[in-house]
């Protein structure tokens, strides 16, 4: 039985991914939206679930994007581009002509202090607020052999106590504001907290409902927004990577 | 007897639904043997009305009836007395109408979780509580627990969820436009097994005829979903019981199956695939050879995994003998999916209601009945091998339709005065969707029925009498939805 179990796991091989930070990506993914002038298409901006699609000036904000395609047409480009992570709101507005180099270079400004404090350590405290369990299978993705997040001193703990922050998933239902919020008050200072996923950023395809209690998020500050739906694991990882590495 | 008979994804007119009372309701089911798949109510004016659609599984039929409520009766004597089964959607419909169902035993609140809930409570020497959530350990939906235990015992487990309630149903009313992107997030765990019961209801209430290119590639991934899940939730169990290269393994083998995916849709769990209409991306014979390939591996790696962890002594004891739910509670309760499979318990959408794809495929159906945390995880392994067996038929059967579209653009006025009742059978289980239009064609109900509605309480019933220790285990070998309860 031990040489079953020994050649099963050698059998296995390596499976992780050696360089996180400039892993490959299938080309199918649907990632960094690039955005041109194009006098054929009329760019209809009700095929957007979400609202985060602008036709005049055209824009995509992936703080609502759940990057769906449905707009895609020769205007709308989708790259496989996978770092969209930004520590400004406002930054995640993609206008015409953006190139991920140019979104890269401004996108993640994190203060000087988050790089001394956490850089080789960040315990974070995962709360799912209504988060449809797409955006939670990913997170706990990022754990797992392939992505082994852990490598890098990033893990999710059970206690609050114990966390450098929280990350927020969902679009914060009212029957779940009092637990998070509970939960942000748990733990220690500093804190950071970062949304994951076009609902924790907007409320995503929820943001029109009445169900909905958004008021924790306009309370306390926000350090990074992680946009997707659900959110890549190589997304998450690489942006908070880039929010917390020294450069 | 008094019920309009229908199958699944077929419209009917809604005002040929008749009006009879809960009395007669009550012993229509318990005559005609049938299981409640639909139970909810609908505003019409002041009046409520009760929708009722109970299911017979041996034919295929759904029967549809309902009963009318004036604003003056505001109760009536519950079902649930008689049809333990109906427990919950009695307590739904409470909860959305204020209609009360008289001596209902069990008449809690399903999701308005924010005012005092009234606990089962024991009293005695040596017992004590356990309270968690709703925020829970691992990075998983909220909901709470309360145990009544006595020092490891168990003796009751009452769930309270509601938490992840966002209002779904009426969002979907909202739209004046079909919205596959919300039908996606409903429950993000079961992607392909929603979207496609929304679009189908909308094909059956639009009248619009997809090709059979795209009848067949839904399929396919439905059962990617299905065998990537499975795996997942292997690992999961197995990582419950502190086994870690069974879930170091499952976790990396299920990579394989989502990335395909991936490169299929552009998302690793197949959202944007699926549109009122079709699919939005073709699998031709590269792809097809590329899945093939895939599921060989996967295949190959789950057999052996499985082999090495069925043979270890520290694996089976964990599981065997833990969370038992019978064939008897199962079906009292009426459990469904893959849950009441493992209790022995035979119902499966994808077999019982003429799906012209699947009954021509002659795959058996898998089956395993001790209803432990063992026939959970032993079922899950058959069904991986199943459903491999029939992404690779309804593959090669693709080729036949190869010059077929893969998407035609729907309809996009909606039959008036309509009902349809679209099921699919998910990876968890039944995923039942039933749209109402009005005299105008708008969607005027949307009513969502997830699998974890009715298998909740049988998680309830499995830790009974377990080691405290016991409920995350039993929990995985459920792997029930928050989302698809609360909506
Ligand atoms: S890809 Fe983004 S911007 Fe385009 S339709 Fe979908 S949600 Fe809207
Ligand atoms: S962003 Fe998308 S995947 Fe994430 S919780 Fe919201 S709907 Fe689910």
Same mark, same amino acid.
């Not at chain 1, 609050?160 to 969902?170: E, N, Q």
């Not at chain 2, 040596?126 to 309270?131: K, L, M, P, S």
């Not at chain 2, 090709?211 to 169990?237: C, F, N, P, V």
């Not at chain 2, 699998?451 to 009498?465: D, H, K």
């Given at each position: ?12 091989? %390596? ?21 041109? %002038? ?172 009445? %169900? ?36 | ?13 809604? /005002? ?38 109970? @299911? ?12 009318? $409520? ?8 519950? !079902?649930?007395?008689?049809?333990? @089964? ?10 959305? $109408? ?20 009234? $606990? ?10 356990? @309270? ?13 627990? =309360?145990? #009544? ?55 059956? !209430? ?54 395909? #995916? !991936?490169?299929?849709?552009?998302? =690793?769990?197949?959202?944007? !695939? ?37 043979? *270890? ?24 999916? #893959?849950?009441? =499979? ?7 959408? =994808? $077999? ?43 593959? @090669? ?11 035609? *653009?729907?309809?996009?006025?909606? *039959? ?7 099921? *699919? ?47 995350? /285990? ?14």
């Amino acid at each position: 039985m031990l040489t079953d179990t020994i050649k099963l796991k050698y059998f296995q091989g %390596k499976q992780y991914i050696p360089d996180i930070q400039n892993a490959p990506m299938r080309s199918q993914f649907r990632g960094f939206p690039l955005l041109k %002038k194009c006098d054929e298409c009329l760019v209809d901006e009700s095929v957007c679930p979400t609202g985060a699609l602008k036709a005049d000036p055209l824009s995509i904000d992936l703080g609502k994007c759940t990057l769906c395609g449905n707009c895609k047409c020769d205007a709308i480009q989708f790259t496989n581009y996978y770092k969209l992570s930004s520590t400004d709101r406002e930054r995640l507005v993609i206008t015409e002509n953006m190139t991920p180099d140019d979104f890269e270079k401004a996108a993640i400004q994190a203060r000087k202090e988050i790089r001394r404090v956490f850089s080789k350590s960040l315990k974070l405290r995962q709360v799912s607020a209504a988060g449809c369990n797409g955006c939670e299978m990913e997170l706990n993705a990022c754990s797992n052999c392939n992505f082994d997040m852990g490598r890098f001193g990033i893990d999710f703990v059970a206690s609050p106590r114990h966390a450098d922050g929280l990350v927020i998933t969902g679009p914060v239902s009212e029957n779940m504001a009092y637990a998070l919020e509970d939960c942000y008050k748990s733990t220690p200072n500093p804190k950071i907290v970062i949304l994951a996923g076009a609902c924790a950023i907007s409320g995503g395809v929820f943001q029109n409902s009445t %169900k909905l209690n958004r008021e924790f998020l306009d309370k306390y500050p926000i350090d990074l927004y992680i946009p997707g739906c659900p959110v890549h694991p190589l997304t998450f990882i690489n942006g908070v990577l880039d929010f917390i590495s020294k450069k | 007897m008094n019920w309009v008979i229908t199958e699944n994804n077929k419209k009917i007119n809604a /005002l040929d639904i008749p009006t009879i009372s809960t009395e007669e309701i009550r012993s229509d089911i318990e005559k005609m043997k049938t299981r409640v798949v639909g139970f909810f109510g609908k505003q019409e004016f002041d009046n409520v009305r009760l929708y009722v659609i109970a @299911a017979d599984d041996k034919v295929g039929k759904l029967y549809i009836t309902s009963s009318l $409520f004036t604003p003056e009766v505001k109760s009536y004597e519950s !079902l649930t007395q008689t049809i333990p @089964a109906l427990h919950i959607f009695e307590r739904e419909f409470y909860e959305e $109408f204020g209609i009360e169902p008289l001596n209902h035993p069990w008449l809690k609140p399903v999701r308005n979780n924010q005012d005092a809930y009234p $606990f089962f409570e024991m009293k005695g020497e040596d017992i004590h509580q356990v @309270a968690v959530g709703p925020i829970h350990a691992g990075v998983i939906e909220p909901g709470h627990f =309360r145990f #009544m235990c006595q020092g490891e015992k168990v003796y009751d487990l009452e769930i309270m969820l509601g938490y992840q309630h966002r209002g779904v149903e009426e969002l979907f009313l909202k739209n004046k436009k079909y919205n596959n992107r919300l039908a996606e997030s409903v429950c993000g765990d079961m992607v392909i097994g929603y979207n496609m019961a929304y679009s189908q209801a909308m094909e059956a !209430l639009s009248d619009t005829q997809i090709s059979s290119k795209a009848q067949i590639i839904r399929r396919i991934a439905l059962e990617m979903e299905r065998i990537a899940i499975h795996i997942g939730d292997m690992g999961a169990i197995a990582g419950d019981m502190a086994y870690l290269m069974g879930a170091s393994i499952f976790g990396i083998t299920r990579t394989l199956v989502i990335n395909t #995916m !991936l490169e299929i849709s552009g998302s =690793r769990f197949g959202r944007g !695939l699926i549109d009122v209409g079709g699919v939005n991306f073709d699998i031709d014979k590269k792809m097809s050879e590329k899945i093939i390939n895939m599921l060989n591996d996967v295949a190959k790696t789950v057999d052996r995994t499985t082999n090495v962890m069925l043979k *270890t002594p520290s694996c089976i004891s964990r599981m065997e003998r833990t969370g038992v739910v019978n064939q008897e509670t199962a079906k009292a309760i009426g459990a469904v999916g #893959m849950a009441a =499979r493992s209790s022995g318990v035979d119902i499966d959408i =994808r $077999f019982d209601f003429n799906d012209k794809w699947y009954t021509s495929l002659d795959v058996v159906k898998p089956f395993r009945a001790t209803g432990d945390v063992h026939s959970r995880f032993k079922l899950r392994y058959k069904e991986i091998k199943q459903s491999i067996q029939i992404v690779k038929k309804l593959l @090669a059967k693709l080729e036949e339709y190869e010059n077929e579209p893969v998407k035609v *653009t729907p309809n996009t006025s909606l *039959t008036p005065n309509s009902l349809v009742v679209s099921m *699919t059978e998910g990876w968890r289980g039944e995923v039942i969707h039933v749209a109402i239009t009005g005299s105008d064609g708008q969607l005027v109900r949307y009513k969502i029925k997830d699998p974890s509605f009715n298998n909740w309480y049988a998680l309830a019933m499995a830790v009974r009498n377990n080691g405290v220790s016991d409920f995350p /285990l039993c929990n995985k070998s459920f792997n029930l939805s928050y989302c698809g309860n609360d909506l």
